[in-house]
């Protein structure tokens, strides 16, 4: 899990769990790269990538675009989780 900030607001970016009976698990299953993106303060996933491609999402915007849209021209700012904590 990686933690970041985007336009002022905070996310968690997970990958996907091969054990879950999802859709999204299927597909980690079969060897694709997904990635679930969490808001911390409203705890909803927002968007998910697969293999580098938004495939799902809530309709998140962020100031100058859709997450994922290509429009977003903001650097998001990286913070690591502690090695005691992952």
């Given at each position: 899990m990686v933690q970041f900030k985007l336009s002022g607001r905070e996310f968690e970016a997970i990958e996907q769990n091969r054990k879950k009976p999802s859709?999204?698990?299927r597909l980690a299953r079969e060897k694709h790269q997904v990635v679930q993106f969490h808001d911390v303060v409203t705890k909803k996933y927002v968007a998910v990538l697969?293999?580098?491609?938004?495939?799902?999402?809530?309709?998140?915007?962020?100031?100058?675009?859709?997450?994922?849209?290509?429009?977003?021209?903001?650097?998001?700012?990286?913070?690591t989780m502690p090695l005691s904590q992952r």
């Open positions: 859709r999204w698990g697969v293999d580098g491609e938004v495939r799902g999402s809530a309709g998140l915007k962020l100031g100058c675009g859709k997450l994922g849209s290509g429009t977003e021209r903001l650097k998001p700012e990286r913070k």
